[in-house]
């Protein structure tokens, strides 16, 4: 899996250097001091360590080549790993060869690269993850740090057999699912936030909205009741009006034939001066009555609708409205209850605004509700009773005057029948024209005065139809031009003219309900609609997010369960190896990982509570190391020799290898302190590892150097660079002494 490992401008390694590992043991030999050490930190160094101390500098500068008295320092150190990557080990990158680079500049920046392309850490280490390449190095064991494992706190041992058995990725998956769902949950809660802050809001606008509906409703009821009354009305002004007018022709024709016959009785009296005098003066006294008769006539249209106007408007003038017994109607009743009612219901737990918007509502309706039955407010007078007034005057004023004209019809009728009688007894005519004349007199008065009658009713009509037309211009204003788009009626229904005034008074009433009811517009209607949109997709992102969480939380029990079950497989394995290899290393008795003892939370720890809290973000016991050596009694690792502690190590690393093998593995001198007898054990152990991880192994060690394919030598001249030979069996153990 490893091909190349090129060093540049790395610490001793001033000039590029290319070690091979085409073998599956390689052996780095060489003398103290000649950069042996510096092989296995590049490897460190290109797989993204950030510990300057196991690199052993204090500052990057100290990696690159510092310089010497022949060969200047370098600017920058660069490391590159070459894997062959036809299995696919990164089985994300669809190259043969993968290579990762790194260097280091004197100003302490690091690039990445990956198959030359310019990357972030990160990158290399999610790539190197993906091919079980640690982060806790547990595949480089650098000099001297073969107990490393041994003299870690329990907790950290757990973390590097994790490491060791593959466990980091389902952690990082863990640790993601973690704070995925800490930000879904935080999502949630701000969702939730957004959807109470705005319930209220929807539930005023629902309220408006329904509010809109309710006026649409009784514009619509306004309308159907106006129509029907409009029409009913136009054809009764119009048939009143044709009946009249013909009852009116009738009678200026009977006038006019009366008159007529009147005529001839002074045209008779005509044959001499005296008599012509008298009945001019007849006919002087006759035009005289017409004259008055027809003033007379016009007033009473007048009259009558000045009349017509009075009655409507004192029906609903604050005189009878004032009146302590006025009967309020029930249906107006209902109507003012239930917009209290309404308005009151709106306001439960509304904002601000809309309970100024309720109080406006309710103001309107009672304002409305007293102008009708309690009279306006003083400082100002009602229309309606600024009419009546001036009504009133206007009809005593013509009453007055029609009293004044009945008083000049009479005179002027005594006046006439004066005439007619000094006519008649110049004429002296006989008692049976006398009777005539008289009788004629009489009828033309009655013709007369059903003439005035005509012209009254005539005029009410005249003020029926200002009415009509007063009432549909106000219809359109409350509810448009459709109030007047009705089918005329061509004949009355068979009812009582009490019926339409009815339906006048609940047209009028109906109005008011309209006014009050007022209509906020379509902006309410859309605003409700965007804002229940709003609040539907918060519902469903709710949801979402509940389902996302959910859904986290089975992926984190799982990766819990699968991280405990593989902990577990694992452990029991590599106890399985590490007894084995530590009898093999020993020659004898035994040794094992075991799990360190939690306290369970018990009755004390239930009463401290800090402790509980303490202890509950790290649950997962920490791992100590039993040993029992071979006829000795010492089981503390304390009390092990350099040797004995350098063969349990051995035996750990070895054990947690076989179990999980990483790719490579570069063992710095980790068989420095033992015996001949043990060296070839160990080397035993190499050649097995062998077959399942590469082996870089830095040695003295002649038994080690045997087991290895390829050797390097590692020599440092004067000029302080080391260089790179590569070097038979023979020469390597030359070399290395
Ligand atoms: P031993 O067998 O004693 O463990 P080794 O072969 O492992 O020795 P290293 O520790 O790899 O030797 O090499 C250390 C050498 O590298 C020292 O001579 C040191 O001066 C040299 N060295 C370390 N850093 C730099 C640097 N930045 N520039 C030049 N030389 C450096």
């Known amino acids: 899996m490893l091909k190349r490992l090129e060093i540049a401008g790395f610490k001793s390694f001033a000039k590029k250097t290319v070690l091979d590992f085409s073998s599956s043991v390689t052996s780095v030999v060489g003398p103290n001091g000649s950069g042996k050490s510096n092989v296995a930190e590049a490897f460190r160094f290109a797989l993204g360590e950030q510990s300057m101390k196991s690199m052993r500098g204090k500052r990057s500068e100290d990696l690159i080549w510092s310089g010497s008295n022949i060969a200047p320092r370098a600017n920058r150190a660069?490391?590159?790993?070459?894997?062959?990557?036809?299995?696919?080990?990164?089985?994300?990158?669809?190259?043969?060869?993968?290579?990762?680079?790194?260097a280091v500049f004197r100003d302490g920046a690091s690039e990445y690269a990956i198959n030359g392309s310019k990357v972030r850490l990160r990158d290399v280490q999610e790539l190197l993850a993906s091919a079980n390449i640690g982060e806790t190095g547990h595949h480089i064991i650098s000099q001297g740090e073969a107990d490393r494992i041994l003299t870690a706190q329990p907790r950290e041992r757990r973390a590097m057999l994790e490491d060791a058995l593959g466990l980091k990725v389902y952690e990082f998956k863990k640790q993601e699912a973690e704070r995925k769902l800490e930000r879904t949950e935080e999502n949630v809660g701000q969702v939730e936030a957004l959807r109470r802050e705005i319930a209220p809001h929807i539930r005023f606008l629902q309220k408006q909205v329904e509010k809109l509906e309710r006026a649409e409703e009784l514009a619509k009821e306004l309308r159907l009741a106006s129509q029907t009354y409009f029409a009913i009305e136009e054809a009764y002004i119009r048939i009143e009006r044709e009946r009249t007018e013909a009852a009116t022709t009738e009678a200026t024709g009977r006038l006019r034939a009366v008159e007529a016959e009147l005529s001839l009785f002074e045209e008779r009296a005509t044959t001499d001066s005296e008599g012509m005098k008298r009945s001019e003066a007849v006919r002087q006294a006759e035009r005289n009555l017409d004259r008055i008769t027809a003033e007379r006539s016009v007033l009473a249209r007048d009259l009558g609708r000045i009349e017509g106007a009075l009655n409507e408007a004192k029906k609903r003038s604050v005189a009878v409205a004032r009146d302590p017994y006025v009967k309020i109607p029930r249906e107006d009743l209902s109507a003012l209850k239930e917009e209290v009612d309404a308005q009151v219901?709106?306001?439960?737990?509304?904002?601000?605004?809309?309970?100024?918007?309720?109080?406006?509502?309710?103001?309107?309706?009672?304002?409305?509700?007293?102008?009708?039955?309690?009279?306006p407010a003083d400082d100002f007078m009602a229309d309606e009773e600024l009419m009546a007034k001036e009504l009133?005057?206007?009809?005593?004023?013509?009453?007055?005057?029609?009293?004044?004209?009945?008083?000049?019809?009479?005179?002027?009728?005594?006046?006439?029948?004066?005439?007619?009688?000094?006519?008649?007894?110049?004429e002296e005519t006989g008692r049976e024209q006398n009777r005539r004349l008289l009788d004629l007199a009489e009828s033309k008065a009655k013709v007369e005065a059903e003439l005035a009658r005509h012209s009254a009713h005539l005029g009410q009509l005249d003020y029926l139809a200002e009415d009509l037309e007063q009432n549909r211009r106000e219809a359109v204003a409350l509810v448009g031009v459709n109030a007047l788009s009705y089918e005329a009626v061509s004949e009355l229904p068979q009812e009582e003219r009490r019926v339409q005034e009815d339906r006048k008074r609940s047209m009028e009433r109906l109005k008011i309900r309209v006014e009050e009811a007022g209509g906020s517009g379509e902006d309410v209607r859309s605003e409700y609609k965007e804002a229940t949109e709003r609040e539907a997709f918060l519902a469903t992102e709710l949801e979402d997010l509940a389902t996302s969480a959910a859904g986290l939380r089975s992926l984190i029990a799982e990766l819990d369960a699968e991280?405990?079950?593989?902990?577990?497989?694992?452990?029991?394995?590599?106890?399985?190896?590490?007894?084995?290899?530590?009898g093999l290393m020993f020659g004898g008795g035994g040794a094992r990982l075991v799990l360190e003892e939690v306290s369970q939370p018990g009755a004390e720890d239930e009463e401290d509570e800090y402790e509980e809290v303490k202890r509950k973000p790290n649950q997962k016991p920490g791992i100590e190391i039993s040993v029992h050596l071979p006829k000795k009694r010492v089981q503390s690792l304390m009390?092990?020799?350099?040797?004995?502690?350098?063969?349990?190590?051995?035996?750990?690393?070895?054990?947690?290898?076989?179990?999980?093998?990483?790719?490579?593995?570069?063992?710095?001198?980790?068989?420095?302190?033992?015996?001949?007898?043990?060296?070839?054990?160990?080397?035993?152990m190499i050649e097995s590892l062998s077959h399942k991880s590469q082996l870089i192994v830095i040695t003295h060690n002649r038994e080690t150097m045997s087991r290895a394919s390829i050797l390097y030598g590692v020599t440092m001249g004067a000029d302080g660079i080391s260089k790179l030979l590569s070097v038979k069996f023979e020469e390597a153990q030359a070399v290395a002494k």
């Open 639 to 684: 009390q092990l020799s350099g040797g004995e502690r350098a063969l349990t190590s051995i035996a750990l690393i070895f054990a947690m290898s076989q179990v999980n093998p990483p790719p490579f593995l570069i063992l710095d001198e980790t068989d420095a302190a033992l015996d001949e007898a043990n060296s070839r054990r160990y080397g035993d």
């Open 78 to 102: 660069a490391v590159t790993i070459v894997f062959d990557n036809r299995g696919r080990i990164f089985p994300k990158l669809e190259f043969d060869e993968v290579s990762i680079e790194r």
């Open 345 to 375: 219901a709106l306001v439960e737990g509304a904002e601000p605004g809309a309970i100024h918007a309720a109080i406006q509502s309710l103001r309107n309706a009672m304002a409305a509700f007293f102008e009708r039955y309690a009279g």
């Open 392 to 426: 009133e005057g206007k009809r005593e004023d013509m009453v007055r005057k029609d009293a004044e004209l009945t008083e000049e019809t009479e005179r002027a009728r005594s006046e006439l029948s004066h005439a007619r009688e000094r006519m008649m007894a110049h």
């Open 563 to 582: 991280l405990q079950k593989s902990f577990a497989e694992g452990l029991a394995k590599v106890n399985a190896s590490f007894g084995e290899f530590f």
